[in-house]
């Protein structure tokens, strides 16, 4: 799909804020993607349309996770963790993406996953460092994600994690095994 086409879909589902958002992670998406050498245009589909649920009903995510069989623990977690695969499904069937590693890249933005492919890596880290975003922590990331893709996926891990951690919330368990499986693979060998 076009990037104009694909723009003005997002637009009318978004915020203006959210949208200035999604064009923020578009360019990091494709940034990192050359950097790291991933499919740009992937990375620029899965970024434009990455918040594309951002702003459905919480009950009409609940059904959809229901209906279409999704992770079941995910309603026991934080609201804010069901528009990325609610959003796979609708820009599946609603914009009519079928391609899978665009959809996981997606479905998988804000949790994480154990064995994140190099496309959910891309939007995860631009969608984390994108130049709006300001809070604490994200300068270092930004400096990793110049040369280290795996390292700064961590760091968005571990901040998210402690941030979590501080508001006393519950923690989505992939967030956890994205978080585990990484750094093990960063560190090479158990060490703890
Ligand atoms: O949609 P965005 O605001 O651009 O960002 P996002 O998709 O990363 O998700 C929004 C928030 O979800 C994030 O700031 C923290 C929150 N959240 C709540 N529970 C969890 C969680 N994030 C992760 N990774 N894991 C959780 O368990
Ligand atoms: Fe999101
Ligand atoms: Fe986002």
Same mark, same amino acid.
């Given at each position: 799909?076009?990037?104009?086409?694909?723009?003005?879909?997002?637009?009318?589902?978004?915020?203006?804020? &959210?949208?200035?958002?999604?064009?923020?992670?578009?360019?990091? $998406?494709?940034?990192? #993607?050359? &950097? *790291?050498? #991933?499919?740009?245009?992937?990375?620029?589909?899965?970024?434009?349309?990455?918040?594309?649920?951002?702003?459905?009903?919480?009950?009409?995510?609940?059904?959809?996770?229901?209906?279409?069989?999704? $992770? +079941? %623990?995910?309603?026991?977690?934080?609201?804010?963790?069901?528009?990325?695969?609610?959003?796979?499904? /609708?820009?599946?069937?609603?914009?009519?993406?079928?391609?899978?590693?665009?959809?996981?890249?997606?479905?998988?933005?804000? +949790? =994480?996953?154990?064995?994140?492919?190099?496309?959910?890596?891309?939007?995860?880290? $631009?969608?984390?460092?994108?130049?709006? &975003? %300001?809070?604490?922590?994200?300068?270092?990331?930004?400096? +990793?994600?110049?040369?280290?893709? %795996?390292?700064?996926?961590?760091? +968005?891990? &571990?901040?998210?994690?402690? *941030?979590?951690?501080?508001?006393?919330?519950?923690?989505?368990? @992939?967030?956890?095994?994205?978080?585990?499986?990484?750094? /093990? @693979?960063? @560190?090479?060998?158990? @060490? =703890?």
């Amino acid at each position: 799909m076009e990037r104009t086409k694909a723009l003005q879909i997002v637009k009318e589902a978004l915020t203006e804020k &959210r949208y200035i958002h999604t064009v923020g992670v578009m360019e990091t $998406a494709i940034q990192l #993607a050359n &950097r *790291f050498g #991933a499919d740009t245009q992937k990375a620029e589909i899965a970024a434009i349309f990455h918040d594309y649920a951002k702003f459905r009903p919480v009950e009409e995510m609940r059904h959809i996770i229901i209906t279409q069989h999704m $992770a +079941s %623990d995910l309603v026991e977690h934080n609201e804010e963790l069901w528009h990325a695969p609610v959003g796979a499904f /609708l820009v599946e069937k609603e914009v009519g993406v079928k391609d899978s590693e665009i959809l996981d890249a997606i479905k998988y933005h804000t +949790s =994480g996953r154990i064995n994140m492919t190099l496309l959910d890596k891309v939007i995860f880290l $631009a969608d984390y460092i994108e130049p709006g &975003r %300001d809070f604490p922590g994200v300068e270092e990331v930004r400096q +990793s994600a110049k040369e280290n893709l %795996d390292i700064a996926v961590v760091q +968005s891990l &571990r901040n998210t994690i402690q *941030f979590l951690l501080k508001r006393n919330q519950r923690i989505y368990p @992939k967030t956890v095994d994205a978080y585990n499986d990484l750094l /093990l @693979k960063i @560190k090479g060998g158990n @060490k =703890g």
